[in-house]
């Protein structure tokens, strides 16, 4: 019998930022959604393959919402880590901050949690390290990620027809 692996949520966490340049924004001078999208995506991916250290997938992505805008010349910068381990996928938050680099002043514009599944050799899923929150923010954000966990599979199976 194998040893079942354990991480604490440091090890994994990652933060990385971008500078929104024209390339990325709309004729408004608004960062593209899909951008960011993509941005939450890569950066949830690597969070995912530092906590398993093995291949993993996008399984699905929680509702995304734009509350603040992201404008031309401001510096993104997203926050994440594994939130919650299940058997074989984790939860990954991801929070994204606009900064603008002249004043300093950030602003929440989004946060999204991803769920990924780690996969072995021949593409089928595997077990994945569990997660061992510390503090009281990483234990509240388990929880609320185990709930949120939940709710997926209802949704899941209610969209699937499978009641």
Not at 34 to 46: E, F, H, K, Q, R
Not at 72 to 96: A, F, P, Q, W
Not at 111 to 127: C, E, I, N, R
Request: aromatic share 6%; glycine share 6%.
């Amino acid at each position: 019998m194998s040893e079942i692996l354990t991480r604490r949520v440091a090890d994994s966490a990652l933060e990385t930022s971008y500078l929104v340049l024209p390339e990325h924004t709309n004729a408004m001078g608004n960062i593209f959604g899909g951008t960011v999208m993509a941005w939450i995506d890569m950066l949830a991916a690597c969070i995912s393959l530092r906590h398993c250290r093995t291949q993993v997938v996008t399984a699905s992505m929680d509702d995304l919402h734009f509350i603040n805008p992201i404008k031309l010349g401001d510096l993104v910068i997203l926050r994440g880590s594994v939130n919650y381990t299940g058997r074989t996928s984790m939860e990954v938050g991801i929070k994204v901050m606009a900064e603008n680099p002249f004043t300093g002043v950030q602003l929440h514009t989004s946060s999204a949690y991803l769920t990924f599944v780690a996969l072995d050799a021949d593409g089928k899923p595997m077990l994945v390290p569990t997660i061992v929150p510390e503090s009281v923010t990483e234990k509240r954000r388990f929880n609320d990620g185990r709930t949120r966990r939940d709710f997926r599979i209802e949704r899941k199976t209610a969209l699937s027809g499978k009641v």
